[in-house]
């Protein structure tokens, strides 16, 4: 089975649901492929399940489908039966419709969730809400309980840091202060609250970063504070780093090149995704090249399965978009590894997903959580199918 979450590009409408589900549920059908779908505004969750070779076949045409992007995969192995044998695919639409609750589901069997699920009913006359939180939720819930007899204890969910929505925000000011007196008290606050690892990159050091870009854009900071703010979060990323250190339990398996567009000058996100692909097990480098001819000459000098170029993200890069095309093309020309999956991030990335076709990237990673499964899963395509210069979407 495959349970992956990921991103519309655009928020489907009704009649283009029905359409999905109609297409969907013919391929599924002919492939033996069962599962299920849930949509909230523009996010999708999807767990499917069936033999290996047509769970293959679908997940290659899922990954280059262009409609949607920041695919992370949640959870890929064999299961001893199926959870959804008699749904060739159910929609589950609604604004009240949880990807969250629904990714919780696969990691917790919480009494307290069970609770909101509610009892089952017949299938008549439901609701596709009712199919998600009287169905949908119960199965996967169920499916947890039966593997995680032999798994590490459960933490509850209510023990779960999160962020409070303005923390990235507060974070930034603190950065820009004239003296450094606050940001490593108010990082350690979060630490000694509970914050993991996972919350504080998406919910506070990412959120920060784009904040002091944006304080920028509104001229409430100078050249000057962004980069000193700038560079105080990447000391604050680097403690975290350290201070929440991570068991390697594999040699690494892949090798992934993390550079700058040459000259650029902001890292935050590299830093940032150098720490996410050695949490991962990846053999990882870092590089700072100050041209195109730098980053070739390593590029043709060492074999790396995927390069990743980071621009700021913290300023829009919209000018440099021409050039960091320029840049792909050369590096795939001049790298030892003539199927070299190539990423992007940055904050023109993040605001504008689409862009990364453009620049003949293959993929852009909205979150420096995403880099590492997005990668894996390209690479796992690329074994058995070509890689083209032109996308992620143009992967078949």
Known sequence: MIAYRSVAVATPTDDALQQLLWRSRSRN??????????????????WLEG????????????VRDPRHHQIVVLREEPISA?????????????????????VAAMESSNTQLKRLVGKPKSHADMSLEDVFTTIVLPRLIQVHARDARSAVPFTPTA?????????????????????????????????????????????????????LGRLWDQD???????????ARLDMQIRRVNAALPAEHLHKPMHSVLLSTQPQEPHCAGLVMSSEVFNRQGWD?????????????????????DVLK??????LRRDSRLGSIQTTIDEARASSLNPALIVMVDGRTFAERPHIYRAVHANAASLSALDAAPIAERLLEISRSVAVTPV??????
């Open 29 to 46: 059908s002919a492939s033996d492929i069962t599962g299920v779908l849930v949509c909230e505004g523009n996010a999708y969750f999807q």
């Open 51 to 62: 033999p290996t070779e047509s769970l293959r076949r679908v997940w290659a045409s899922i």
């Open 82 to 102: 199926r959870v959804f044998k008699d749904w060739d695919l159910r929609i589950a639409v609604g604004e009240r419709v949880s990807i969250d609750a629904t």
């Open 159 to 211: 023990s779960i840091w999160h962020a409070n929505a303005d923390c990235g925000a507060k974070l930034a000011g603190v950065l820009i202060a004239p003296r450094d007196m606050e940001s490593s008290s108010f990082v350690d606050s979060l630490l000694e609250q509970g914050a993991n690892f996972n919350a504080l990159y998406r919910e506070v050091f990412e959120p920060a970063q784009l904040q």
């Open 220 to 230: 409430l900071c100078d050249d000057f504070r962004l980069t000193i703010g700038l």
């Open 284 to 304: 990882v480098m870092c590089h700072f090249p100050g041209n195109d001819q730098a980053l070739n000459s390593l590029l043709h000098s060492q074999w790396f």
């Open 309 to 314: 170029l980071s621009q700021s993200g913290a």
């Open 391 to 396: 996308g992620l979407a143009e992967v078949s």
